[in-house]
Antibody, heavy 120, light 109 residues
């Protein structure tokens, strides 16, 4: 069965960096675009970034552009989110999610999320 | 950026009754419209995509409709497990991006 397992969250000071990982299993990872979506405590969902199936195309929300970087390793079946220059407003649960079909945009499988807290 | 607005913010409905949730886009989103259900402490779950197609394993009591800028999620006969928060989502194909509505909380009346 499809599984996505995030890790790497924690408490970090403003201005520091953190890298999140998402281990994928149960499907052919290299044939799906993958996304990161975040949710601040008690708030709604905010899309963060997407990477194409082959890793050649990457797009970001304006709120993280220039600070976050999405990448993937198809040998390790793992998705990453490198987060630099973290701000308190980046505090959220970060979910990785699979895009159901090419250019479809809907996210059919989600991980359980990993909490990132940016605080001094 | 396309803005998605959901209404109402909170909807109180009795079990067994019908619930109708609305989502409006600031401009036409064609058929790139999905709905998700989220329960406390859980990740969102895809319910509907392409406006009206149920995702795998989603019961028939969930249905989606609409076009252009106005969309609706209907739950025909509410079960206890349906009380949750619901989000609509649109997808821009180029450049790729996703926008979610702010959510509708469906609570037991």
């Amino acid at each position: 069965q499809v599984q996505l397992v995030e890790s790497g969250g924690g408490v970090v000071q403003p201005g520091r960096s953190l890298r999140l990982s998402c281990a994928a299993s149960g499907f052919t990872f290299s044939t799906y675009a993958m996304h990161w979506v975040r949710q601040a405590p008690g708030k709604g969902l905010e899309w963060v970034a997407v990477i194409s199936d082959d890793g050649s195309d990457k797009f970001y929300a304006d709120s993280v552009k220039g600070r976050f970087s999405i990448s993937r390793d198809s040998f390790k079946n793992t998705l990453y989110l490198q987060m630099n220059s973290l701000r308190p407003e980046d505090t959220a649960v970060y979910y990785c999610a699979r895009e159901r079909a090419a250019a479809g945009g809907e996210l059919d499988y989600w991980g359980q999320g990993t909490l990132v807290t940016v605080s001094s | 950026e396309i803005v998605m607005t959901q209404s109402p913010a909170t909807l109180s409905v009795s079990p067994g009754e019908r619930a109708t949730l609305s989502c409006r886009a600031s401009q036409s989103v064609s058929s790139s419209l999905a709905w998700y259900q989220q329960k406390p402490g859980q990740a969102p779950r895809l319910l509907i995509y392409g406006v009206s197609t149920r995702a795998t394993g989603i019961p028939a009591r969930f249905s989606g409709s609409g076009s252009g800028t106005e969309f609706t999620l209907t739950i025909s006969s509410l079960q206890s497990e349906d009380f949750a928060v619901y989000f609509c989502q649109q997808y821009d194909s180029w450049p790729p991006s996703i926008t979610f509505g702010q959510g509708t909380r469906l609570e037991i009346k």
